[in-house]
């Protein structure tokens, strides 16, 4: 019963309390490229949660037999066969999306979303809650894409998943489809986050310098000289 | 003049940063302080001429031998590799280079920012040089906007921020600022060179 309740609270964790794009603000640079239309953020969405869990499915069953000095670099090669695989497939079976995401597919390697799993969750813990932590990840990170998605299609173009939802006699505000309006509408969405989150007395949303990134543990920089805790500063 | 159109085109109109959003979080992350933004932005440089540099070649053979599939494994482990071998040659050789730089470069491994400048250079067919150039672009590019940005925010340290925006989303919105100053850049390249 016990082992029932926390797989049912590691799903959900990754959906609401812990969102990775919105809470954690990691993967910041797909959210920010992709969310030009609901199509590609769904694309996209949903390849990096098949990334997601499989690598996590992978690692953890391999996390005993990965040596902890070299564990970044065999993640990072677990990760990337994951990657091509998928690539692969989308390429052969969706084409459109393929070029909709373009060079961004194949920066999934670097999605820190991925990374970062791998190392605080993955690299620790069982199969199967590992399995069920990345698709709440997972989820979580494609709903925000869709939210974001959604918000600059509607006011960059006047529709919502390609169907024209506002009137064509109101004339569509492009910048929102350009990058000023990724970084605008991402700015707004953290803000709103931050409100909620602090109504229910949490903290806000913050990009921690060091401790966000998953190169964190094995970086030189957590000497005493170390660029990131003074950036903290 | 291929070549400046290549160059110009990274800096200012196709900006790594601020058109393609490639390199968000050390943007964002590393981006408080002048120096360290400098800093970051150098070894970035360094990393991308560096890093297509040596996958040109690589990526000649894997087309070659039919396994272009493979690209993106083996370009991250080549960018990785790469990442450790200059910070530990740096170390032996040119510690004061090291003393600049060295300190940034674990950071740089998983920065999608180098990886998407080589895959991006390959999309383009690019011929060497004109790779190497377009890293160049692109590094170059990257320091622009990380200099401007960290200035932005020596600036925004002392404003009165409206509480709900302090943090992350204030800087998200200066970011959106900087990068709608950019907008205006757009055509520049054809212009000139068209």
Redesign the interface.
Known sequence: MAEKKSIVKEFTKGIVKENPVLRL?LG???T??VTTSMESAIGMGLAASAVLVCSNIVISAMRKIIPQKVRI?AY??II??F??IV??LVKAFLPQIDEML??YL??I????II?GRAEAYAGKNPVLLSAVDGLGMGIGFTCALLLMSGIRELLGAGTLYGFQVLPETIPPMT?FI???????V???L??LA??LAERSGKS????K?CSA???AA????TGS????K??EK | MKFLAILLTGILTNNYI????????PF???S??LN?AA??SAAVIFVMVLATAVTYPINVLLVKNDMA?????VF??II?ALVQLV?IILKKYLVSLYNAL???L??I????AV??VV??NI?EGYNFVQSIVSSLGAGLGFMVAMVMFAGVRERLEGCNIPK??E???????S???V??S??GFTGLVEGMFG
Do not use: H, R, W
């Open positions: 603000v910041t640079c797909p920010l490229a670099p990072i090669v990337a066969g990657v091509s690539q692969m373009g060079v194949p920066l390697v670097v999605n820190c990374l910048i350009l990058a000023p309006g990724g970084f605008f991402f700015g707004i953290i803000a931050n409100a806000k949303a913050q990009l310098g990134c998953p190169m094995t970086c030189s920089l000289e170390n660029a990131c003074e950036e | 601020l058109a393609k959003f490639l390199g968000i979080c964002l992350g590393v408080k302080k360290t800093g970051m599939y493979l690209q993106t494994i991250i482990l990785a910070e060295g300190i940034y674990p950071l491994t998983t920065n999608c990886l998407g895959l991006l999309d709900s925006l943090g992350l989303p204030i800087t998200l919105i970011a959106s600022l990068s709608m950019f907008l």
